[in-house]
C-alpha cells in the first residue's frame, strides 16, 4: 500500500517526504522519476504502550510513500506525471499557504484553493479521457460482435462520463461490488482518495482561516485537510531529546506534531487501521484494512495464526490507560475473549490465542 506525494513546484513535497521518510533527495538528482521511501507511523499510543510496557524491542508500522516528479505545466500537458499518480493508492496533495518572497509561485501568487481547484481539474480530465477513449473502442467492438459483458461496461462508463463532466470525482461515485470488479483495473486517479497537506509559514500556524476556506471543497470532493509547517517539523526533527521536542511544541501551541497527524490521515486514506501486540518482549504496531475479523488481523501477524486460530484476547487502548494494567483491566472485567466473528476496532490490543 503506498501513498504518493504530490504538488506544484516549491510547495514543500520534498522537504515533508524527507522528514516522513528519513530519505534524503539530491537536490540535483533525477526528478523526472519518483523517489520511494518507507514512512514510520507516528502513533502517539504506541510511545505510549512503549513506556507502560518497557519492552526489549518496539515497532513501528510503516508505509511506502512515494515523492512524484512536479506538476509542472510541461509535465502535466505530456500526461507523464499521470502514470506514477495511476501508481499509487492514495495521494497527498502539498500545497503552498506561505509567503515567502524569496521563493517563486508557478501562478504567480499564493492561493490553496485555487491550486487545489487546478489539480483537482486536471485529475478529472485525466479520468474523463480515459472513459471517452474506452467508450470509443467499446462502441466500435459492439457494432462488430454483440457482447453482453462490453455492452454491461458501456452502460458504467457512461454514467461515470456523466459524472465526471459535472466535476465530480470518482470516488463519490457508489459501485456494487460487480461494477468495482469491472473496472478496477483501469488507471483512474478520482477513485483514490485525497490528502491536503496545507503548508504553513512558522506565523500561521494558529490560523484557522486557511483550512476553512478549503473545507466546503473538501466536504464536496470527499477529501481530507489539514495543516503543517514543513519548516517547524524540520526544526523540530533537528531536536535531540524527546522533552526539547514537547518543550517547542508546548511553546508554538501545537497539542500534537503534524507528521503524526499526516500518518494518521494517509493511514485513513489506504482504508486501514491501527492495532497493537505488548509484552516486556515487544511492543508493536500493525495495520490491518478498516473492517476485518480478528483471524485476519491474527493473519497480518502470522499466517499460522490466521490458519490456527482459536479466539483473541482484547484489550482496548483507553480502558488500559484508565486501568493502568492488564491486572487492573482484568479485575473490572475489562479483558475481553473474541470469537471469530469479532471485528478489529482501530486502537485494541489483541493477543492471538491458536492452534496448529
Avoid at 505545466?73 to 497527498?92: H, L, P, S, T
Wanted: charge should be negative.
Amino acid at each position: 500500500m503506498k501513498v504518493g506525494i504530490i504538488g506544484l513546484p516549491q510547495t514543500g513535497k520534498k522537504t515533508l517526504f524527507q522528514l516522513l521518510t528519513g530519505t534524503e533527495v539530491a537536490e540535483h538528482g533525477d526528478h523526472n522519476k519518483p523517489h520511494m521511501g518507507v514512512a514510520a507511523i507516528r502513533d502517539p499510543r504506541f510511545d505510549i504502550l512503549v513506556s507502560l510496557y518497557e519492552p526489549k524491542k518496539d515497532v513501528q508500522a510503516k508505509i511506502d510513500l512515494a515523492l512524484l516528479p512536479k506538476l509542472e505545466r510541461e509535465a502535466i500537458a505530456k500526461g507523464d506525471i499521470f502514470k506514477d499518480i495511476v501508481d499509487v493508492d492514495a495521494i497527498c496533495h502539498v500545497v503552498r499557504a506561505f509567503d515567502d518572497e524569496a521563493i517563486y509561485h508557478v501562478d504567480g501568487s499564493v492561493d490553496p484553493v485555487r491550486d487545489v481547484e487546478s489539480i483537482n481539474a486536471e485529475l478529472l480530465l485525466h479520468d474523463l479521457v480515459f472513459v471517452e477513449t474506452r467508450l470509443e473502442r467499446i462502441e466500435a467492438g459492439l457494432k462488430k460482435v454483440k457482447d453482453e459483458k462490453q455492452q454491461k461496461e458501456k452502460v458504467l462508463l457512461e454514467k461515470m462520463k456523466g459524472h465526471l463532466e459535472i466535476e465530480q470525482p470518482l470516488r463519490l461515485m457508489e459501485l456494487a461490488p460487480e461494477e468495482d470488479l469491472m473496472i478496477r483495473s483501469y488507471p483512474f486517479i478520482t477513485r483514490k482518495q485525497m490528502i491536503i497537506a496545507v503548508n504553513v509559514s512558522e506565523g500561521d500556524l494558529a490560523r484557522t482561516d486557511i483550512l476553512e476556506s478549503l473545507k466546503p471543497l473538501c466536504e464536496n470532493e470527499h477529501m481530507e485537510a489539514m495543516q503543517v509547517s514543513a519548516k517547524v517539523e524540520a526544526e523540530i526533527a533537528t531536536l535531540e531529546s524527546e522533552e526539547e521536542k514537547a518543550e517547542f511544541l508546548q511553546d508554538l501551541g501545537i497539542t500534537e506534531p503534524a507528521l503524526a497527524q499526516l500518518s494518521g490521515l494517509c493511514i485513513k486514506a489506504l482504508g486501514l487501521l491501527s492495532f497493537f501486540t505488548v509484552g516486556k518482549d515487544e511492543v508493536r504496531q500493525w495495520l490491518v484494512r478498516k473492517d476485518s475479523s480478528a483471524p485476519e488481523a491474527a493473519g497480518v501477524i502470522h499466517s499460522d495464526l490466521q490458519r490456527g486460530f482459536i479466539r483473541a484476547e482484547v484489550m482496548k487502548y483507553d480502558e488500559l490507560l484508565e486501568h493502568k494494567d492488564e491486572a487492573g483491566l482484568k479485575a473490572v472485567g475489562k479483558l475481553y475473549l473474541k470469537g471469530k466473528e469479532y471485528i478489529v476496532v482501530d486502537g485494541d490490543i489483541l493477543n492471538i490465542r491458536f492452534k496448529v
